[in-house]
């Protein structure tokens, strides 16, 4: 009896996989190819580089070019499908970076305004054109967005300095920043 119950479980065996490796050589194969492609660089010198942050449709990237020794300070950039283009800086301005884009080349991150560690806002550029976007109130010192949808809005996040929960998201609307507080954690 027992030597008949086990040949009956392993025909079934056999056969379920014997249906299954049918069904995947018969299934069509999904490979993926890749391109990789240099963009080259701004005009950069010893002890720089390019980091790319984001993509949107058309291929254009968002980025920061580090410009210092210790790669600390960056300009934003933008890679427009043939070049880097460093953005505008708004008046005080020491160091830029863009995080996200959108289809309409619109970016997202955060400028250092007055050379300090202590004082970075979040910015969203239209094109090469600085816009700066409101900090949270209780926001002691760095804010950044993250993301820009095709909308034009911008979620990212900012330190606040009041209560334990400090990083707290963050949406803008235009320039009118919205606290989304936390999932009830600390950041």
Known sequence: MKSKYYQSHKSKLTHTISLF??????SPSHAVNYTFSDLGTVGLTKNQQIVASGINDSGHISGGRLIIPDLQ???????????????????????????????????????????????????????TSSVALNRIPGDSWFSTGSAVNNTGQVAGYGWNSTGTANWHAIRWDGTTATDLGTLGGSS
């Open 21 to 26: 490796i049918l069904a995947l050589a018969a």
């Open 73 to 127: 300070v960056a300009e934003a950039v933008i890679y427009n499908g043939s070049q880097w283009v460093t953005v505008n800086h708004r008046p005080g301005q020491t160091d830029t970076y863009a995080n996200g884009i959108n289809n309409s080349d619109q970016m997202t991150g955060y400028a250092n305004v007055d050379g300090t560690y202590e004082n970075y806002n979040p910015t969203r550029w239209d094109g």
